[in-house]
């Protein structure tokens, strides 16, 4: 009985595949006279959070890592793979007793020792630590929580954590020992609360002999630093020493040969003495170090290095380095939003201020923030980000901690908009920009949930800032989820208050509410759950609660937890779907801008991918970069037959070219008939094709083109046009007069 079933339901599986492969073709119709939606470039913006993740080594000019060398010694001895080699950081407890903590799930929060600067944790937080719902193996190590315990390391572990922490060769992680000849050598990590910028200074001594001494910085993640030959690179050390000595700066190759060195004196009064310097390598490398180094015995205390490409690498002498500008361009960036964990996540949040984040970098302070790195300091902050936004042309959102008082964000936008009469908009000028930012927008916190207290905050940044400049938006941090806002209950009674209070003063166009959505495939699918996610059902109640008002949506974070083609398809889809609501919206985004390539934290979702020598994208950003080629604001009315063929279509201002845009969701080729009306064409079309491939496949170091759009011609009947779309593909066809 049991083989019977059996057969009939493989006969009955074999009948539908018959049935499905000869299905009909699927009717896609244009209505050219029909406009649904207007939409502006503004809906091509992108998000940069992960502080020293995202930044140093990528937009940021600092091509060093560890530039505080606040980490403690290295985690070698481990012997991890190298995309798991800056997920585990050594960490001291108040008994100089080392622990090693993962990054790899930095929501697990963990409590910080901010009472000292001798040392990280108090040892009763660690062995108290919350545990994962699951341990994370990374490397063969597993954590059951944040922390992994000195007393549940293997023996040979204790003994060589020891060593390394009290021993001679006490180096700060991303920092590689330089000895050269037979000289007598000792390297110690000082916390003696007189650190630089943090809670620990690197020092370096050469004690007898001859030889030379010291360290040398690999970069990001210790992936190499690219140098290109005769052109100039400079940079700032902050070092100490208390006798006269002289250092010697490098530049060096993937051999550890010097490409470039000069020596600089040190007056050795024991203060943090200013090195500006500037080497010009004599040959390329795209895998070379920085060097800092002793010839002669003496002792030097390091507190903050800093290397960047000269002006012929940046954007008009900004910290911002041209490549991954340029970049941005090319992808059609629009708008560029900067908030994320660093705000809210990790036990310093009270360190990401923004009176921390001005001045000289070399001058700002370090922070322990627990997030996707484990230290960060705030060289990259808001300003560097408002140069870069300036940089692409682009519409900045800065983030700012909701624990900001309302006399620091007076002050704020006086620096960032005030004109250089003002106080702060001087200190602006002073440090090197006279002209106003012009920033529009500022954004309360990060993905909060609402309650009195944010609506109190939402208040308090509101009229700081309209002191100084009245036309400043103020935008909420806030994800709705399903049932999350439904008319009546205490989170939507809260968000209409807020937006009463905001229309009260006769600015409700200044309110915007950011909440953030998902990169699944199937999340434009879902029409309630979409509309709910996206803010539009509570864009149409408060619209029913004050007749005339408009919520102001701008969600600026679609997530994802890949950068594959699974993730650039499930883009296009919500492309498409997001330019059909278009009027509901007034800017759109997407996580994550910049990733280190085969380096990641708990997402591997970076949409610009880069190493020491190269950049290139992912799929999802050669979507963006299609949709802005082809860009037109006229979204015009699409149906399709079957929901596996997604079709928006849009039509230019002259009403002379169309571009049709299908997603095909399935994993087949469907075959389709395509009736444009009301809108005369040529037949001759250019189409671009994206896909076509396993959901899994994505550009890769070797293969960076492995995922991209191919050209073809065609010729498009004006009438019950045939064409088949290929399996998990994105198509986009352009039709002129």
């Known amino acids: ?271 943090y003495e200013k090195v500006e310097f500037e080497l010009i390598p004599q040959n390329n490398t795209i895998n070379g170090s920085f060097g800092i180094s002793l010839k002669a015995p003496g002792k030097v205390e390091l507190g903050f290095a800093f290397l960047q490409p000269g002006e012929w690498g940046r954007v008009k002498g900004y910290p911002i380095r041209k490549t991954f500008a340029d970049a941005l361009k090319k992808q059609g960036i629009k708008v560029f939003r900067y908030n994320g964990s660093m705000v809210d996540v990790g036990a310093d949040t009270y360190l990401y201020r923004w009176k921390k984040m001005i001045g000289p970098i070399d001058e700002r302070r370090v922070t322990l923030r627990s997030g996707f790195n484990l230290y960060a300091t705030h060289s990259f902050g808001f300003i560097e980000m408002l140069q870069a936004a300036e940089a692409i042309g682009a519409v900045a959102i800065i983030g700012m901690s909701m624990d900001e008082n309302y006399g620091d964000i007076r002050d704020f936008v006086e ?122 059902v509570l864009q149409r109640d408060l619209a029913e609660d004050y007749p005339g008002f408009k919520l102001n949506l701008h969600p600026m974070e679609e997530n994802g937890s890949r950068c594959d083609w699974d993730r650039g398809l499930a883009h296009a889809h919500n492309w498409n779907t997001l330019q059909r609501y278009g009027d509901c919206f007034r800017m759109l985004g997407t996580a994550n801008t910049f990733q280190p390539h085969g380096l990641h934290y708990m997402w591997d979702q970076g949409r610009i991918h880069y190493t020491a020598d190269t950049i290139w994208f992912q799929p999802s950003a050669h979507i963006d970069e299609m949709m802005m080629k082809t860009w037109k604001p006229n979204v015009v009315q699409t149906t399709s037959s079957d929901k596996a063929l997604d079709i928006t279509a849009k039509v230019n201002d002259q009403k002379t070219e169309m571009t049709i845009y299908v997603a095909n969701m399935s994993n087949e080729p469907r075959q389709a008939i395509l009736n444009i009306r009301d809108f005369r064409f040529n037949p001759k079309a250019e189409v671009y094709t994206i896909g076509d491939c396993e959901l899994t496949e994505y550009n890769t170091y070797e293969n960076m083109n492995n995922v991209v759009f191919k050209p073809s011609k065609i010729n498009v009947a004006r009438k019950n046009a045939k064409y088949t779309f290929p399996k998990y593909s994105y198509t986009v066809i352009t039709l002129k007069k």
């Open 1 to 271: 009985m049991k083989k019977k079933k059996l057969r009939l339901s493989i006969i009955g599986l074999l009948m539908g595949g018959c049935m499905f492969a000869q299905q009909s073709p699927v009717q896609l119709n244009v209505e050219a006279s029909k406009q649904i939606a207007t939409v502006p470039k503004l809906f091509n913006g992108t998000n940069i959070e992960d502080l020293n993740n995202q930044t140093n080594g990528g937009i940021f000019s600092q091509l060093l890592h560890g530039e505080a060398f606040e980490e403690n010694i290295d985690v070698d001895f481990l012997n991890l793979k190298r995309e798991d080699y800056s997920k585990i950081y050594v960490v001291l407890d108040e008994r100089k007793i080392p622990h090693l903590i993962t990054q790899s799930d930095i929501y697990h929060r963990i409590s910080w020792n901010n009472l000292t600067e001798k040392y990280d944790f108090n040892s009763k937080d660690i062995y108290n630590s919350p545990k994962f719902r699951e341990p994370h193996v990374i490397s063969g190590w597993k954590f059951p929580g944040r922390f992994l315990t000195f007393d549940s390391l293997p023996g040979d572990i204790q003994k060589t954590m020891l060593e390394k922490i009290n021993g001679n060769e006490q180096i700060s992680k991303y920092w590689s020992k330089l000895v050269v000849g037979n000289p007598g050598y000792a390297y110690e990590l000082v916390r003696n609360g007189k650190a630089y910028v943090g809670r620990q200074n690197q020092a370096i001594s050469f004690t007898e002999g001859s030889g030379e001494v010291g360290l040398t910085n690999h970069g990001l993640y210790r992936m190499g630093i690219r140098f290109d030959k005769n052109k100039p690179y400079d940079g700032v050390l902050r070092i100490k020493a208390d006798s006269p000595v002289s250092v010697y700066l490098s530049l060096r190759d993937e051999h550890g040969k010097v490409l470039a060195e000069k020596p600089y004196s040190l007056k050795g009064d024991g203060t």
């Open 415 to 536: 620096y960032v908009n005030g004109s250089i009469d003002t106080k702060w908009g001087a200190l602006r000028a002073s440090h090197g920009h006279p002209e106003p930012y012009n920033l529009k927008y500022i954004q309360v916190d990060n993905e909060r949930l609402i309650s009195r207290g944010y609506v109190e905050c939402m208040k308090k940044f509101a009229e700081a800032a309209w002191e100084v400049d009245p036309e400043m938006t103020i935008m909420a941090s806030l994800n709705i989820r399903r049932d999350r806002y439904k008319k009546g209950i205490p989170a939507y009674n809260l968000a209409a208050e807020m937006a009463g209070w905001f229309i009260s003063k006769g600015k409700g166009d200044k309110l915007a509410w950011d909440p953030h959505y998902s990169g699944a495939r199937n999340f434009a699918d879902e029409t309630e759950w979409f509309e709910e996610e996206m803010g539009i």
